[in-house]
């Protein structure tokens, strides 16, 4: 068996944007709204989650979302498609949102008029943890198939995650994802973080998710958890 | 039904090493090297794929792996237990593999002893096909349960690329993964691209990408895919 040999890299400067984030965040909060950031690598159910959300909370409270991409309006178009107002930001060759983005994306909005935005950040499960985009709340989805071993390569977004939700469920055992591995995974990179399985597909576990996520809004407080360097 | 609004982000300079990657690249051709630089997603089939190739062409080439990753070396751990040389690059915060790491990966190595290297990216659907790596061909996966539209919504990828894989297709209609779309998505981008359809899991496919893989062994052309802006 070979060694493995092990190239350690400084790492880059990473965006300084936090003073833009803090300003966009406290004016947020001074009109009750609520700016949850969604992040998961592509295709783990970002889009699925918000229209579960959506679904659960728009009696109640008034939603709008802002869809990142590096192009395209898919998913945008899918939360429009159910009444709900959706700003398209296209981050052109960017991986992540940064706070100037948001401040863009909620121009125009009648913040008075709004409880919740979310914000569904690009695809993406390293640099988006590690810019401020202004929000309340960071919460990172994984998914079934992606494995159970993702908190061990990508700890930056599990750290940086106030809330981690477990998407597709449904997948059940030919997934061959252990979920008590996961969440001891997680609990070491960040302790006390609530994992919340779920399955956007049919509907079991978003109860969970939505008991988690309501006393948040309004509450005009952040989340514990900060963007990872 | 609400309209979309479209707010576009001026695209920031991208990384500058070009000419760095085509010097490594000219290099490894000269001692017959040929650099397999394969992306995706977390969790779509990396390291499964590269132990299927390894288990395929060792007996006919000598092989070595360069795994990249923000921390861990879980994956290089992976291939040097089957008895293959792992180079772990350690990218601290960075999303995405330059020339310049590639350069320090293979330092050390016996380049006239080898005929194949094939790097793992990091996982990140975006920012890795940005940067020329020095790579002679550039691979990306998608697997079933991320969704036939990705290629919609991260097409640098799928146009960077001078082959894509589908895996996890031992999944089958769980993942409500259409190939065809998915196929007629990547044509536009990326014309005349191969599609290889395959399961690391099941092992059915891997022929098809093993048979598409082995001429550029040791040809020591370029593929004719260029990192996208």
């Given at each position: 068996?070979?060694?493995?040999?092990?190239?350690?890299?400084?790492?880059?400067?990473?965006?300084?944007?936090?003073?833009?984030?803090?300003?966009?965040?406290?004016?947020?909060?001074?009109?009750?709204?609520?700016?949850?950031?969604?992040?998961?690598?592509?295709?783990?159910?970002?889009?699925?989650?918000?229209?579960?959300?959506i679904?659960?909370?728009?009696?109640?409270?008034?939603?709008?979302v802002?869809?990142a991409?590096?192009?395209?309006?898919?998913?945008?178009?899918?939360?429009?498609?159910v009444?709900?107002?959706?700003?398209?930001?296209?981050t052109?060759?960017?991986?992540?949102?940064?706070?100037?983005?948001?401040?863009?994306?909620?121009?125009?909005?009648?913040?008075?008029?709004?409880?919740?935005?979310?914000?569904?950040?690009?695809?993406?499960?390293?640099?988006?943890?590690?810019?401020?985009?202004?929000?309340?709340?960071?919460?990172?989805?994984l998914?079934?198939?992606?494995?159970?071993?993702?908190?061990?390569?990508?700890?930056?977004?599990?750290?940086?995650?106030?809330?981690?939700?477990?998407?597709?469920?449904?997948?059940?055992?030919?997934?061959?994802?252990?979920?008590?591995?996961?969440?001891?995974?997680?609990?070491?990179?960040?302790?006390?973080?609530?994992?919340?399985?779920?399955?956007?597909?049919?509907?079991?576990?978003?109860?969970?998710?939505?008991?988690?996520?309501?006393?948040?809004?309004?509450?005009?407080?952040?989340?514990?958890?900060?963007?990872?360097?």
């Amino acid at each position: 068996m070979n060694e493995t040999r092990v190239i350690r890299i400084r790492e880059s400067i990473l965006a300084e944007n936090s003073a833009r984030a803090l300003d966009l965040r406290e004016r947020l909060s001074s009109h009750g709204v609520t700016l949850l950031n969604l992040m998961s690598s592509p295709g783990s159910g970002k889009t699925s989650l918000i229209l579960r959300t959506i679904e659960a909370l728009r009696d109640r409270y008034s939603i709008a979302v802002v869809e990142a991409d590096i192009d395209s309006t898919v998913d945008a178009d899918r939360i429009a498609a159910v009444g709900i107002p959706a700003v398209q930001i296209e981050t052109g060759g960017f991986c992540h949102v940064e706070a100037a983005m948001m401040e863009a994306a909620v121009t125009g909005m009648d913040l008075d008029a709004l409880d919740l935005i979310i914000l569904e950040n690009v695809g993406n499960l390293i640099c988006t943890a590690q810019h401020d985009t202004g929000a309340h709340l960071c919460v990172a989805i994984l998914s079934f198939p992606e494995g159970d071993d993702k908190p061990l390569k990508y700890p930056i977004m599990f750290r940086a995650a106030d809330a981690v939700i477990v998407n597709k469920t449904d997948y059940g055992e030919l997934a061959e994802f252990d979920l008590e591995a996961a969440r001891r995974r997680i609990e070491v990179l960040n302790p006390g973080a609530p994992l919340i399985p779920l399955s956007c597909r049919t509907g079991a576990g978003v109860d969970a998710w939505i008991a988690w996520l309501e006393p948040w809004i309004r509450s005009s407080s952040p989340g514990a958890c900060e963007p990872q360097a």
